[in-house]
Nanobody, 113 residues
Framework: QLQAFGGGLVQAGGSLRLSCAPSGSIWRPNVMGWYRQAPGKQRELVATITRDGITRYADSVKGRFAISRDNAENTVYLQMISLKPEDTGVYYC?????????WGQGTQVTVSS
């Protein structure tokens, strides 16, 4: 029910902006977030943002990634700068609404060294 866009291939030090929006209707999502999964590794939290704008980041992306949201459009963004090869993976968006979790299909981010 969520569609993520913006992934791609970028050189180390480059930047990308991911976006995610529901294809259907989701009623006033509370927490929105981004997760990623590198090959052979478990899915991990990248960043989350509450409806009030409170953010949380994984230590590995602090100072380089910024999560934001548009409550009117139920859209969440992830601005990524100073990308590193270890940021490579499939990035998934997630929204929580009244106890239900909704996941996107994932978008591939590949950072070359």
């Amino acid at each position: 029910q969520l569609q993520a866009f913006g992934g791609g291939l970028v050189q180390a030090g480059g930047s990308l902006r991911l976006s995610c929006a529901p294809s259907g209707s989701i009623w006033r999502p509370n927490v929105m977030g981004w997760y990623r999964q590198a090959p052979g590794k478990q899915r991990e939290l990248v960043a989350t943002i509450t409806r009030d704008g409170i953010t949380r980041y994984a230590d590995s992306v602090k100072g380089r990634f910024a999560i934001s949201r548009d409550n009117a459009e139920n859209t969440v963004y992830l601005q990524m700068i100073s990308l590193k090869p270890e940021d490579t993976g499939v990035y998934y968006c997630k929204m929580n609404s009244y106890g239900s979790d909704y996941w996107g299909q994932g978008t591939q981010v590949t950072v070359s060294s």
